[in-house]
């Protein structure tokens, strides 16, 4: 079973920014579009963006637009998200995977990585 692997989470200040990274050292990312998910506690995990495996369309939950960004990077099977400007109700835990994704929605997930705390202080 594949299962992606992030990093970069922790935390930070309202306000702050961290960038978050998804990748897998044998499986390729290129031919596939690539979520980020996050849960918060006691709430069901949500959809905050996603890039389709050519980076021609992006996706972002309206509670994130003008913060984050999302980006890949095939030479390195990587996928980023660049968290900007921070708020408290960010904090959660944040997954990627293998979504259908177009520049109106996200749907779906497999291939869960075991996620990245992300926790903003007020």
């Known amino acids: 079973q594949v299962q992606l692997v992030e990093s970069g989470g922790g935390l930070v200040q309202s306000g702050g920014s961290l960038r978050l990274s998804c990748t897998h050292s044998?499986?390729?990312?290129?031919?596939?579009?690539i979520g980020w998910f996050y849960q918060a506690p006691g709430k069901e995990r949500k959809g905050v963006s996603c890039?389709?495996?050519?980076?021609?369309?992006?996706y972002y939950a309206d509670s994130v637009k003008g913060r984050f960004t999302i980006s890949r990077d095939n030479a390195k099977n990587t996928v980023y998200l660049q968290m900007n400007n921070l708020k408290s109700e960010d904090t959660a835990v944040y997954y990627c995977?293998?979504?259908?994704?177009?520049?109106?929605?996200?749907?779906?997930?497999?291939?869960w990585g075991q996620g990245t705390q992300v926790t903003v202080s007020s």
């Open positions: 890039i389709t495996k050519n980076a021609e369309a992006t």
């Open positions: 995977a293998l979504t259908t994704c177009n520049n109106r929605a996200m749907v779906g997930g497999f291939y």
């Open positions: 044998a499986f390729s990312l290129e031919d596939y579009a």
